[in-house]
């Protein structure tokens, strides 16, 4: 009969465990990095060394050993780095990341009965004692290595030199066997041979995930395919390829493109968010689904599927990849609606809801059900939309309102897809509370946007991005900085004119290595629906916009300045790297980025008032740099190309936002 009140193995509550569990004594704890103590994956990229580390002790005095064991997922070998004592019973350890991959890891360590001996003995030829019999046990160590080479593939020729070193412990006068003990090769063949049998491992494993490099470092530009004809009339997906062009031109790695997909006419929105739209009004694209299909359906007025793929292909010959809005809503005139009536919510009349935000109301738009009787048909066709558009090389996605759908479904959707494609890549668009926020993070998203736009005084701006840029949040959040998009015009915008487009453009190509502006930014787009809205007047989302990109005064060339400069220095390809250094004057941040070798220093100064010119003294960290006081270094500032001799652990900058709101330093001895 089994005892009713059992542990994990069986064993009856109050048994003692196995003899051989007895002598896995090791502890190991706080295991870093870790999210949520291994509950989540931790975020890098492929080409990172992830340092691990963890306190591991015992009882007593014995020589401990440590190893990292890891493998990619699905692998059935375990690779292994050794881990090295740091201080404090702390270790650390590296695993390398070679592949775009999910890797698992946990912690393997023991007391080293051979390392434990020779450092007894030491203590005791340092005092003089007799050590014939300390000599004899070490004896009995290394034979028993020798045996176990002998057991070994090729351990032959070791396993005969170790007998030759045991005979010496055991047979060879005090003198020579104590040398032997000593003897560097003598140690290099028991740590070979080391016995491992009774080593105390981690008691879980823990993931990382290594997206590609370009989950970590991107510049996007967003969209709209349908207002890229000439004249005014509706683009197509080869019209599309100009906007490419200019896109490639500008420097930008990712074109956003908002839902491609046919449009409802059922309540279809007007200008200006009309309830009710006219006959030539083009309605919402987030608003998906008619009679020429859904989710993996084009807008015939775009074109076709083929040509869908013409402007994929296009995109990749100008170094650009497409990133396509994933937007997990239906119009009423969906496929969906008619073939999945009970993927939706419905009124008690039996009716289908349509999407709410009160006071704002969607008519044109109903939201799915994620909490119905059976959602696995409704999950599984999220997939198969996802992987549909990974069939024709879409890679990236920008997920639109992540945060009304169920953590539990993103963490299951993400990591179904990237098992088969883990160069996906999943942009969370949701600007919610910070909470959720960061569990979609955690959950699989690859990049998170951020409150970026709503932070704009020098305290705020600090103390956000000094939280979102380190651990914990670091390890698995990736800020992707938008100063607008086609639903925000912050009001910094509306008020402070080209130099607040100039200040926060800046701020965003360098306080993260992804960033992103949407179509319209460069022309200084600013006039909001109404006093107080951050809606846009005469909003994209609701008509086709024609505008004129050589418009004077237009941003193209900062744009252009900047993003050669993100690809030129690599410590701008970098988020983790930010510091922020002391100014004297409120309306001046300083900060700087760093590769880790400090072979490239970028510091950047950004006057945060649109209106005024601001002067400040700035630190500069010498003492990091190995500078002296008296070391003279350039500062090049790489906007204007002027140059500057500076001196010491200060400097000066002097900002005027009408001429130049932001400068831009490389350093160099």
Not at 129 to 144: I, K, P
Not at 312 to 325: H, I, T
Not at 480 to 498: A, F, K, M, S, V
């Amino acid at each position: 009969m089994t005892p009713k009140n059992t542990r994990r193995t069986g064993r009856a509550v109050g048994a003692p465990p196995a003899a051989a569990e007895m002598r896995r004594t090791v502890v190991i704890e706080n295991v870093a990095p870790t999210v949520d103590g291994g509950r989540y994956p931790v975020k890098r990229e492929r080409g990172a060394t992830v340092e691990v580390s963890a306190d591991i002790f015992k009882e007593g005095h014995d020589v401990l050993v440590a190893f990292v064991r890891y493998r990619e997922d699905g692998a059935r070998e375990w690779r292994e780095s050794p881990m090295r004592f740091v201080d404090n019973d702390r270790w650390a350890g590296r695993v390398p990341l070679d592949g775009n991959a999910r890797y698992e890891f946990t912690i393997e360590a023991l007391a080293d009965p051979f390392r434990s001996w020779r450092v007894d003995l030491d203590k005791r030829v340092a005092a003089g004692q007799d050590v014939t019999s300390e000599l004899r046990e070490g004896a009995a160590l290394v034979e028993d290595a020798a045996a176990r080479a002998s057991r070994g593939r090729g351990g032959h020729d070791d396993a005969a030199r170790l007998r030759g070193f045991a005979v010496r412990l055991r047979d060879g006068d005090g003198e020579d066997a104590v040398s032997a003990a000593a003897d560097d090769a003598l140690g290099t063949l028991m740590d070979a041979y080391l016995d491992r049998g009774e080593a105390t491992w981690c008691d879980r494993t823990f993931e990382i995930v290594a997206d590609r490099v370009r989950a970590r470092f991107a510049a996007w530009y967003e969209f709209f395919p349908r207002s890229t004809g000439e004249g005014g009339r509706h683009g197509t997906f080869k019209d599309a390829e100009r906007q490419l062009e200019r896109a490639a031109a500008m420097g930008f790695d990712v074109v956003y493109l908002p839902p491609i997909h046919p449009i409802g006419r059922a309540f279809r929105k007007g200008r200006n968010n009309a309830l009710t739209g006219g006959p030539d009004d083009p309605g919402s694209p987030w608003a998906i689904g008619g009679p020429e299909g859904g989710h993996t359906a084009v807008h015939p007025d775009l074109g076709t599927l083929e040509d869908f793929d013409r402007l994929v292909a296009r995109a990749g010959e100008l170094g650009l990849e497409v990133a396509l809005d994933f937007a997990i809503q239906a119009s009423p005139d969906h496929p969906w609606v008619r073939e999945h009536p009970e993927w939706f919510f419905h009124r008690p009349d039996g009716t289908i809801k349509y999407a709410e935000n009160p006071p704002k109301k969607y008519q044109d738009v109903y939201p799915l059900n994620f909490q119905g009787d059976d959602p696995t048909p409704l999950w599984e066709e999220m997939r198969r939309t996802v992987e549909f558009w990974i069939g024709h090389g879409v890679k990236t996605f920008r997920v639109d309102n992540p945060h009304t759908k169920p953590v539990k479904f993103w963490e299951w959707l993400i990591r179904a897809v990237q098992a088969r494609h883990p160069e996906a890549v999943f942009l969370a668009e949701a600007f919610t509370r910070p909470k959720m926020m960061k569990v979609l993070a955690k959950s699989g998203f690859t990049q998170s946007y951020t409150y970026f736009t709503w932070r704009n005084d020098k305290r705020e701006l600090r103390e956000y991005f000094e939280e979102i840029t380190r651990p914990p949040v670091a390890d698995y959040f990736r800020g992707n900085l938008w100063p607008n998009t086609p639903d925000i015009l912050h009001e910094t915008l509306q008020r402070g004119g080209p130099p607040a487009f100039r200040m926060r453009l800046v701020l965003a190509a360098t306080l993260s290595s992804l960033y992103g502006i949407y179509s319209g930014y460069e022309l200084g787009e600013n006039t909001p629906f109404a006093e107080g809205s951050e809606e846009y007047l005469s909003s994209e989302k609701y008509e086709i916009k024609a505008r004129d990109w050589d418009a004077p005064g237009n941003l193209t060339a900062l744009i252009t300045r900047l993003n050669r400069i993100r690809r030129e220095h690599g410590a701008l390809q970098l988020s983790t790297n930010l510091r922020f250094y002391e100014s004297d004057e409120a309306n001046v941040l300083w900060y700087g980025k760093m590769t880790p070798e400090r072979d490239d220093v970028i510091l950047v100064a950004v006057n945060l008032d649109p209106f005024a010119r601001h002067a400040s003294m700035v630190e500069v960290p010498i003492q990091e740099l190995g500078f002296s006081a008296e070391t003279p270094y350039r500062m090049r500032e790489l906007l204007s190309g002027a140059t500057y001799e500076w001196r010491g652990p200060g400097g000066y900058v002097d900002l005027d936002p009408a001429v130049a709101p932001a400068q831009i330093f490389w350093l160099t001895p």
